[in-house]
């Protein structure tokens, strides 16, 4: 799964924690769901554990989630041999419902019905092994149904997809994956945690002092003392979305994964790149998604929904919502709390 399947391009990172070392410790970098993973905890002993648990629910998540493994438990929906209600586990039918009301708060805009438009444009793999160009893509009516379409049975635990209805999760389930992993780490090893998959960072537990630094950038592998303004969260997550890193050509036609349902193609460009910080990573990147999709309407809506943003245009122009601070005020130490 390549950052949560067809997924929003994460573009925030830890940055590089400071002094006083034990406030921060870094406990591994590794491949995970078609993009990087790295986890940091406040409690130095909690390390191994901690990693032990991360890794468990990555491996949950892809084999329940990913779009891009033919033995996945969510590529089994929608097949036109299968048919009627199916039964699906704990983990698939929550990751469902939250892909579900991500569509619902956002009317419709992040929708997880759009995977058959994803392979269409050539999103069909993990991304490392999405060919840069290719032949012309003929854009044949590929109508995405919407998330009504798929429906749930709370009380049987079962999901009903219409045949040939491709579901990608990719703005929820790795977002889900770092909630549910920080979570789980600080309830279990009573320690702070930062979790980032690709990007989506969720927190948990007791923050360091001045909060968990958080660069920002349009690629999340960029290097922890790189370029760009670093914020500081104390709980919840931050999420960015982008469609400067996942995007390649078909016929010489630029293309990206980030899918408007409205015309089931990629969604025009207007911000490069937008971050968000909420509640949880869940929520975050549901809304940078949203944004993205939305252009030139997405500052109004994340300022009516009170979420703190940085959304940067295609030249590079910056525009903060939400109490997010303007880049002239981010701070530069690492760990400085920003106001």
Known sequence: MSGAGGVTVPAAKPAA??????EVHHVS???????????FVTKGDSGPEALRILTSWVSDVDAACSRFRAD???????????????????LLFEALEVGLRAAELTGGI?????????????YDR?????PSDGPAVTFKAVSVPGWKAVRLDYGRRTVEVPPGVVIDLGATAKALCADRAARAIAEEL????????????SVAGPSPEAGWPIRIADDHAAPLDGDGPVVSILSGGLATSSTTVRAWRRGGVGMHHLIDPATSLPAQEYWRTVSVAAGSCVDANTASTACIVMGSRAADWLARSLLPGRLVRLDGS??????????????????AVAS
């Open 318 to 335: 910056v525009e903060t919502v939400g109490g997010w601070p303007p880049d002239c005020q981010a701070v530069s130490d690492p760990q």
């Open 29 to 39: 970098t590794f491949a995970a769901l078609g993009t990087t993973a790295v986890l």
């Open 17 to 22: 924690p400071g002094s006083p070392a034990r």
């Open 110 to 122: 992040v929708d997880p019905t759009v995977g058959a438009a994803m392979q269409l444009i050539g």
């Open 126 to 130: 993990d991304f490392p092994l999405v």
């Open 72 to 90: 996945s438990e969510i590529m089994s929906l929608g097949r036109p041999q299968r048919g009627g209600p199916q039964a699906v586990s704990r």
């Open 190 to 201: 009573e320690t702070g945690v930062l979790v980032s998959l690709g990007g989506d960072i």
